[in-house]
């Protein structure tokens, strides 16, 4: 069955602490894994698609890489305004196109 | 702006009721998702439709109904068959096997 683990449930760093979030998948043939971002009360916004083990992709302070098993999300010198819950998501390649997610990681930064 | 319209924000709903979630899109994307979060877990897929007219059960389809009777709309229904129906709702559309567009949700109470 396919599943998507994110870790760790959530994390508070202060402004400036890099850290990084996981995301460990099983999947029978992996189409794509996507990075989201998800604000309280919103829907969620689309940050990375990613293809192929050691494939990377940046955007501001957010860099996303992939392995066979898992994906990094990279977060470097953040800011408060980074704070959100980070989504996962992977799509197989032989299913139609629905994505299955993980259950997030809650990001918290401290001024 | 092309974009993904949800509505209402809020909805309440008595026991025993049927309610109808709202979701428009104009990006003319084929493929349209209805997803149920609840606190502190991931996104769930209810229905999904990939073309008009067609649609298919997701992981969690029982108590819901949908229909796709134009390419731009994607309403659900909450029925009374529904346990535990107070939960985070978002419609997402997707051109063919694409990451997602989502809405921004409608959260809907059981009073």
């Known amino acids: 069955e396919d599943q998507v683990t994110q870790s760790p449930e959530a994390l508070r760093l202060q402004e400036g602490e890099s850290s990084s979030l996981n995301c460990s998948y099983t999947?029978?043939?992996?189409?794509?894994l996507f990075w989201y971002r998800q604000d309280p009360g919103k829907g969620p916004e689309f940050l990375f698609t990613?293809?192929?083990a050691g494939e990377e992709k940046e955007k501001e302070r957010l860099k996303a890489t992939l392995t066979k098993k898992e994906s990094f999300l990279h977060i470097t010198a953040p800011k408060p305004e980074d704070s959100a819950t980070y989504l996962c998501?992977?799509?197989?390649?032989?299913?139609?196109?629905?994505?299955?997610f993980g259950s997030g990681t809650r990001l918290s930064i401290r001024p | 702006d092309g974009g993904i319209t949800q509505s209402p924000k809020y909805l309440f709903r008595k026991e025993g009721q049927n309610v109808t979630l709202s979701c428009e899109q104009n990006?003319?994307?084929?493929?349209m998702y209805w997803y149920r979060q609840d606190p502190g877990q991931g996104l769930r897929l209810i229905y999904y439709?990939?073309?008009?007219?067609?649609?298919q059960k997701g992981d969690i389809a029982e108590g819901y109904s949908v229909s796709r009777e134009k390419k731009e709309s994607f309403p659900l229904t909450v029925t009374s068959a529904q346990k535990n129906p107070t939960a985070f709702y978002l419609c997402a559309s997707s051109p063919s096997r694409e990451d997602y567009t989502f809405g921004s949700g409608t959260r809907l109470t059981v009073v």
């Open positions: 990613l293809y192929s």
């Open positions: 999947v029978s043939g992996l189409r794509g």
């Open positions: 439709s990939q073309i008009v007219n067609d649609f």
């Open positions: 990006l003319n994307h084929d493929a």
């Open positions: 998501a992977v799509q197989r390649s032989s299913s139609a196109s629905k994505i299955i």
